[in-house]
């Protein structure tokens, strides 16, 4: 129902736009966010936005560099990422709470999750 794209290879310093796209169902009041899981390491929050996209919040490691957005037209999410480090190096998921709630940071605040897609920054 979630399929998250655009993952790839980038050198440290660069940039990439991830892409959350759903299917057989509407997002579209659904609060959004998407998570990431390093090598051995457990999944962690990295940004939410609100089913209006009026709100939005990072988690400290990627505030400043990385820019979740939404389109509802087109039942997407969006997270660009810039200035990328190693540290960034994880696969990254999108998620969904259920529809009409308020921004969560936990795993288990999230019941749609997408596949995940490789982000691999190298030095």
């Known amino acids: 129902q979630l399929q998250a794209s655009g993952g790839g290879l980038v050198q440290a310093g660069g940039s990439l736009r991830l892409a959350c796209a759903a299917s057989?169902?509407?997002?579209?009041?659904?609060?959004m966010a998407w998570f990431r899981q390093a090598p051995g390491k457990e999944r962690e929050f990295v940004a939410v936005?609100?089913?209006?996209?009026?709100?939005?919040s990072y988690a400290d490691s990627v505030k400043g560099r990385f820019t979740i957005s939404r389109d509802n037209d087109n039942d997407a999410v969006y997270l660009q990422m810039i200035s990328l480090k190693p540290e960034d190096t994880a696969i990254y998921y999108c998620?969904?709470?259920?529809?009409?709630?308020?921004?969560?940071?936990?795993?288990?605040?999230?019941?749609?999750w997408g596949q995940g897609t490789l982000v691999t920054v190298s030095n």
């Open positions: 057989g169902r509407t997002f579209r009041r659904n609060v």
């Open positions: 936005i609100s089913w209006r996209a009026g709100s939005t």
């Open positions: 998620a969904a709470r259920p529809p009409l709630l308020g921004l969560a940071f936990r795993q288990s605040d999230y019941n749609y």
